[in-house]
């Protein structure tokens, strides 16, 4: 065995529980593993926890895991990307390997903070920030790297998928859908980030920057959550063999740049994807060599996230003496092109006659569902541009526009 390898937890909320839980249950064959004792030896939150076995770890002030030379590694479950920042730029500067599951973090600051890591010869690891303990950063980055990678396209946020899957099994409206989420842990603190899209987003910004090589920010991935789709839109889908999903997706285009966004869609029942239900995540990546790849797992929760935070708490601990690193270029406006040249069938829901549907779009394949008020219209569209099918309904009342997944 090696000498002890310090571990220091910011944050002792869901995820940082879980982290002390799982290296505290595990330590025996995780030693072995690491071929070093890790130690947790502090924990740090504004909060006593007098009645935890891990009480006695509980510090208040980030500075004594700084100054403290034996402290190897931060783990960094605060979230947010105001004092998660500040305290994991102080950590790499101090020469500790920083772990997180924060995406916003990594996808507002990866850029940034992966080359302080570099630059202070330690490593900022981040598998936890996508998909929960689903591997999808090891193999994006290295399992697939001989790849040219075409495409990622994901089921990226357990608690919308929730929502949406109890929305669409058991007839739960989105309200009633979102209390059971919170009620078992699945939600951000503050669930716009969930239903808006927001975490959907950050993610594919992390997995198309892994990708594609270059940082992709959250303000250029158009973002829409699923606070539009309602039980009428879940039934037409299911009329037409379909199922309501929220994806990210990014696509890489033939100048090299990459269209990226998160919307609801309507997705086959049969493809893989329309399969994956509750708080489950899956993400299928394309690559050139490889084909179609698909991952799969519980991506929320608190002990799923401890698994992936507390597997890179291993890793840099095996790599104290040789670090290293992911790493992606800087991002820019020659990264991302605009999602309006993708083609795809829609799904509109208006309220219109079949004949002021017709005459906007000619051949349209018309849904049905029991109990649709008299002047609502319900079809799926041919192949055409977000420009082009906002154009055709410019003279009808809009209710619901989403993609369909080819
Ligand atoms: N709130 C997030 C989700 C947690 O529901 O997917 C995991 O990132």
């Known amino acids: 065995m090696d000498m002890a390898v310090n571990v220091a937890i910011l944050g002792f909320g869901t995820v940082g529980s879980g982290v002390a839980e799982v290296l505290a249950k595990n330590h025996t064959h995780i030693d072995e593993k690491v071929h070093a004792p890790i130690r947790l030896k502090y924990i740090l939150d504004v909060r006593d926890f007098p009645d935890s076995p891990f009480g006695d770890k509980i510090v208040h002030d980030f500075s004594v895991i700084e100054n403290d030379p034996e402290v190897d590694i931060v783990v960094e479950t605060i979230g947010g990307a105001k004092i998660a920042r500040e305290f994991t730029e102080r950590a790499l500067k101090a020469g ?16 940034d903070l992966l080359s302080l890591a570099k630059e202070h010869g330690v490593s900022y690891l981040f598998e936890a920030s996508v998909g929960g303990g689903i591997p999808i950063i090891r193999p994006l980055s290295r399992c697939l790297a001989a790849n040219e ?34 009620q078992n842990g699945y939600a951000e603190k503050d ?3 969930d239903i808006e899209g927001d975490d959907a987003c950050r993610k594919i910004c992390i997995l198309g920057a892994l990708a594609f090589g270059r940082h992709i920010y959250p303000d250029q991935v158009p973002t829409e959550g ?9 039934a037409y889908a299911d009329a037409c063999g379909r199922k309501i999903k929220l994806l990210g997706r990014a696509i890489r285009q033939a100048d090299g740049r990459v269209c990226a966004y998160v919307a609801p869609h309507l997705i086959s029942s049969e493809d893989p994807l329309g399969g994956v239900e509750d708080v489950f995540n899956a993400i299928t990546v394309r690559g050139d060599a490889v084909g179609d790849v698909m991952f799969y797992g519980r991506g929320a929760g608190k002990m799923p996230t401890a698994s992936a935070v507390v597997a890179d708490v291993m890793d840099a601990a095996r790599h104290i003496k040789s670090m290293k ?28 006659d079949a004949d002021a549907v017709r005459a906007a779009f000619g051949d349209v394949n018309f849904l049905a569902r029991a109990g649709a008020p008299a002047k609502e219209t319900a079809f799926l569209t041919g192949p055409m541009t977000r420009s082009q099918v906002e154009s055709k ?3 009808l009342e809009k209710l619901s526009l989403f993609r369909v997944l080819d």
Do not use: H
């Open 393 to 395: 309904l410019a003279g």
């Open 226 to 234: 699923i606070t539009r789709v309602t039980l009428a839109d879940v």
């Open 325 to 352: 690193y992911v790493a992606w270029g800087p991002g820019g406006d020659d990264v991302v092109a605009p999602t309006d040249g993708l083609e795809s069938a829609w799904y509109v829901r208006a309220s219109a």
């Open 96 to 111: 500790k390997s920083v772990v997180t599951s924060n995406k916003e973090l990594v996808a507002t600051w990866g850029y």
């Open 191 to 193: 669930p716009t980030a």
């Open 149 to 182: 990678i075409e495409e990622i396209c994901g089921i990226l946020n357990g608690t919308t998928n929730y929502i949406l899957t109890r929305m669409i099994k058991a007839g739960l409206s989105f309200e009633a859908a979102l209390a059971e989420a919170q």
